[in-house]
Nanobody, 111 residues
Framework: EVQLVESGGGMVQPGGSLRLSCAASGFTFSSYDMSWVRQAPGKGPEWVSTIYAGGGTNYADSVKGRFTISRDNSKNTVYLQMNSLKPEDTAVYYC?????WGQGTQVTVSS
């Protein structure tokens, strides 16, 4: 059974940082591209970043230069380091494979 479990969300002030983690199980983690997608209240899902099985990365323009995606294949975990957070980053953040989604973790950026 595929499981994706996100953690690390919370409330932070503008300009602050958070690191999200996604622990994966039930599939050969190192062989899969992993992505982060977010959904703000009242809006549709927005792709944030992808780290490919080969290690390359890609980012949405809205987070480029502020967010860093990484993976640790020995721990079957993908991370999203989020710096210089803005109120518009407030959303539920999901990690996903091409076919599966986690349950999400809430990130709230507010003063």
């Amino acid at each position: 059974e595929v499981q994706l479990v996100e953690s690390g969300g919370g409330m932070v002030q503008p300009g602050g940082s958070l690191r999200l983690s996604c622990a994966a199980s039930g599939f050969t983690f190192s062989s899969y591209d992993m992505s982060w997608v977010r959904q703000a209240p009242g809006k549709g899902p927005e792709w944030v970043s992808t780290i490919y099985a080969g290690g390359g990365t890609n980012y949405a323009d809205s987070v480029k230069g502020r967010f860093t995606i990484s993976r640790d294949n020995s721990k079957n975990t993908v991370y999203l380091q989020m710096n210089s957070l803005k109120p518009e980053d407030t959303a539920v953040y999901y990690c996903k494979t091409p076919n599966y989604w986690g349950q999400g973790t809430q990130v709230t950026v507010s003063s």
